[in-house]
């Protein structure tokens, strides 16, 4: 099993920054992509980002340019390094881990981008 733990989320003004992280802990070798997806209110929830284990990267393109991905392997810990934010990131954003026939939610944390 895989435990996702998420911090990071917050209040910020348009055009600043926010770092979200993203512990795994367990069975964390059975892993082949991790990523962050996001939820607005209303709306139905989108990926956002996704790293594999070897390092490879993907992003949505309302995001591209903006948010970077990160991995920690000593410290089983994703990151999601967000500028240049917008009101429309406004959202709970979740960590996701994939598996082999397995996959794993965090609870999610709160973003919120004011005007």
């Known amino acids: 099993q895989v435990q996702l733990a998420e911090s990071g989320g917050g209040l910020v003004q348009a055009g600043g920054s926010l770092r979200l992280s993203c512990a795994a802990s367990?069975?964390?070798?059975?892993?082949?992509?991790m990523g962050w997806y996001r939820q607005a209110p209303g709306k139905q929830r989108e990926l956002v980002t996704i790293i594999t284990g070897d390092g490879t990267t993907n992003y949505a393109d309302s995001v591209k340019g903006r948010f970077t991905i990160s991995r920690d392997n000593a410290k089983n810990t994703v990151y999601l390094q967000m500028n240049s934010l917008k009101p429309e990131d406004t959202a709970v954003y979740y960590c996701h881990a994939r598996a082999i026939t397995n996959y794993y939610w965090g609870r999610g944390t709160q973003v919120t981008v004011s005007s």
């Open positions: 367990g069975s964390i070798r059975s892993i082949n992509v």
